[in-house]
């Protein structure tokens, strides 16, 4: 005669209950059903049998396991990207997926491994989140830094990438200077070409440029 014990379900370490309102997750006997699986069932689903005949539960851990999957998937960057000269940019590939993607940068249609053996400015570094090499490092960007970078992701289920033209820009601060001494300037200022005077110039947004000025006797 067969006997079975009680199985309990669980997902990624927490114990699967079932939706009572929406019933898409069921369980009967030794049989989980999930219907119209979406992507946040992915996970690992594991069975344990557990015997109450001890003095306490005993859990056998070598019950089935099974694992939801979907592809992988990157979001896209915008055509054009435009780092500040000289300045550091990171750059992050956003991907989704699971089993967890796998990220792999090129510049110029070259494996960034390769690349930065030329020019140790490049790196692959891990986000935040610790998601490996997921954000493109450059140190101090400069104009030959106007490449094309593609970011690539893939697991088991499938593959995706997107690539964005680099477009360095800087602060034109000789034109914003030569603007300031040809331009007549706010009513009542007169600038003396006698007097030693400061700048000051900050960013309102991408290429707006405010300027104020004082004149000292």
């Not at 979001?75 to 000269?85: A, D, G, T």
Request: hydrophobic share 35%; charged share 25%.
């Amino acid at each position: 005669m067969n006997k079975y014990y009680d199985c309990c379900r669980y997902k990624d370490g927490s114990r699967l209950l079932e939706e009572k309102e929406n019933p898409r997750i069921r369980m009967h006997a030794r049989t989980l059903t999930i219907s119209k699986a979406t992507e946040a069932d992915a996970g690992e689903y594991t069975c344990v049998i557990e015997m109450a005949g001890l003095s306490y539960p005993f859990a056998d851990h070598l019950g089935s396991r099974i694992k939801v999957t979907y592809p992988a998937r990157v979001e896209k960057f915008p055509r054009q990207i435009r780092p500040i000269l000289n300045r550091n940019l990171n750059l992050e590939c956003e991907v989704q997926g699971f089993p967890v993607p796998r990220v792999s940068w090129f510049v110029d249609g070259f494996p960034i491994e390769e690349f930065r053996l030329n020019d140790s400015r490049y790196d692959a570094v891990d986000n935040p989140q610790g998601m490996p090499g997921s954000v493109l490092f450059i140190q101090d960007v400069d104009y030959e830094d106007n490449r094309q970078i593609t970011c690539t992701t893939d697991n088991i289920d499938g593959a995706d990438e997107t690539t964005a033209q680099l477009a360095v820009r800087a602060i034109n601060l000789k034109w914003s200077l030569w603007w300031l001494a040809a331009s007549p300037g706010p009513p009542g200022l007169k600038l003396d070409s006698t007097k030693e005077f400061a700048v000051n110039l900050g960013l309102v947004r991408e290429s707006n440029v405010f300027l104020s000025v004082w004149s000292r006797k």
